[in-house]
Nanobody, 114 residues
Framework: QVQLVESGGGLVQAGGSLRLSCAAS????????MGWYRQAPGKQRDLVAF???????NYANSVRGRFTISRDNAKNTVYLQMNGLKSDDTAIYFC????????WGQGTQVTVSS
């Protein structure tokens, strides 16, 4: 079992920045991919970004160039730095960890006001 706790969401104006954090209860070096999904009201949950155990990052087209995912295995934590936020980024952001089983955090709300 891996427990994930997200933090860092909130309300920000368009063009602003937020950094999300996700702390894992297990050693992150033992986890394969870690990343973030988001779900806006009435929409499906979509992948935002993920990072491999080796540190290779992958992004959805909608956030590439604005968001940066990183991983600190010493702190068992993955981060999502979000810059240039837009109203379309408003959603609940969910952290996940993949150990051949996908574990989820409880979600953190990000609201971008225009």
């Amino acid at each position: 079992q891996v427990q994930l706790v997200e933090s860092g969401g909130g309300l920000v104006q368009a063009g602003g920045s937020l950094r999300l954090s996700c702390a894992a209860s297990a050693r992150t070096w033992s986890i394969n991919n870690m990343g973030w999904y988001r779900q806006a009201p009435g929409k499906q949950r979509d992948l935002v970004a993920f990072i491999t155990r080796g540190g290779m990052a992958n992004y959805a087209n909608s956030v590439r160039g604005r968001f940066t995912i990183s991983r600190d295995n010493a702190k068992n934590t993955v981060y999502l730095q979000m810059n240039g936020l837009k109203s379309d980024d408003t959603a609940i952001y969910f952290c996940y960890a993949d150990t051949n089983t996908k574990f989820w955090g409880q979600g953190t709300q990000v609201t971008v006001s225009s």
